[in-house]
């Protein structure tokens, strides 16, 4: 049997070529479980982007994904297929409709400049396209580092904004990187 899978860390699209005997009792609420699971999102035959989660459960009673050490590399619009942005977390989970993802454990946002964002938790609205926590939040470069208590980011327009209240430390660019402490 060959598995095709294609969509987003927001939505999955599931297909078997040749369909399996029937031989185990259905779990309940756990309808499909993957392991090692590559998913590849295309928009105007580009790559946009790449997600791989190591355990996956489907439950499309539900309508929910969740997936278990999730990393996504996001790619541009146009030109090579150069990461944008690489997202990391211990656990996933999407909305199979509206294109709504929750990451939690650990997650991790960096781009391709060093600037990576960490907090516990992030809500990614796919139809917004925006990024939201009411965590605390740590926002560090090369030369700064800042905290908050909450974010709101807007992909399109590349901005982040942390709550309040704000801490940021800015160094001179040849001085030493800011540590965790």
């Not at 790559?47 to 499309?60: C, M, Q």
């Not at 969740?66 to 977390?89: F, M, W």
């Not at 939690?104 to 139809?127: M, S, W």
């Amino acid at each position: 049997m060959r598995l095709v899978i294609a969509g987003l860390v927001g939505g999955l699209l599931l297909s078997a070529c040749d369909p399996p005997p029937v031989t185990a009792v259905p779990i309940a609420r756990r309808q499909v479980e993957l392991r090692g699971v590559v998913i590849d999102r295309f928009a105007k035959d580009q790559l946009r982007d790449r997600t791989v989660v190591e355990r996956a459960e489907l439950d499309r009673a539900a309508g929910v994904v969740t997936g278990e050490r999730v990393k996504s590399e996001l790619y541009r619009k146009d030109g090579p297929l150069i990461p944008e942005a690489e997202l990391v977390a211990d656990r996933a989970t999407s909305e199979l409709g509206p294109k709504r993802v929750i990451l939690e454990g650990a997650v991790r946002l960096a781009d391709p400049q060093g600037r990576v964002v960490r907090t516990e938790r992030l809500v990614y609205e796919g139809q917004a396209g925006t990024i939201t926590t009411d965590q605390p939040v740590v926002l560090e470069g090369q030369n700064f580092r800042a905290e908050g208590r909450g974010l709101v980011g807007n992909l399109e327009a590349g901005t982040i904004e942390l709550g309040p209240p704000v801490r940021a430390f800015i160094v001179p660019v040849d001085a030493q990187p800011l540590s965790d402490k």
